[in-house]
């Protein structure tokens, strides 16, 4: 059974930071790419980053360029995003995704909230 399980979303103050994770289980994971979309109240869901299977490869919104970090460790099976100045319309559901040819995972998704 494959599993995608996010956590480390939270509350947070405009300009702070927060990592989150997405382990995953029951797939090759050092073969998936992988990458992170989020989803905020009425709007459509937005990829944020996205990394290549051997991690050599990365690929940012422009909205988030300079702010988050995609990574990935394949001996944990388990991908992060770390969120540094973070920012009131980084307010989101952010979902984790797991992509090789035609088979796609997701997450459940982690809440992150920006406010003051």
């Known amino acids: 059974q494959v599993q995608l399980v996010e956590s480390g979303g939270g509350l947070v103050q405009p300009g702070g930071s927060l990592r989150i994770s997405c382990a995953t289980s029951g797939i090759p994971f050092s073969l998936y790419a992988m990458g992170w979309y989020r989803q905020a109240p009425g709007k459509q869901r937005e990829r944020v980053a996205s990394i290549s299977s051997g991690g050599k490869i990365t690929n940012y919104a422009d909205s988030v360029k300079g702010r988050f970090t995609i990574s990935r460790d394949n001996a944990k099976n388990t991908s992060y995003l770390q969120m540094n100045s973070l920012q009131l319309e980084d307010t989101a559901v952010y979902y984790c995704?797991?992509?090789?040819?035609?088979?796609?995972?997701w997450g459940q998704g982690t809440q992150v909230t920006v406010s003051s």
């Open positions: 995704n797991a992509r090789l040819r035609v088979m796609d995972y």
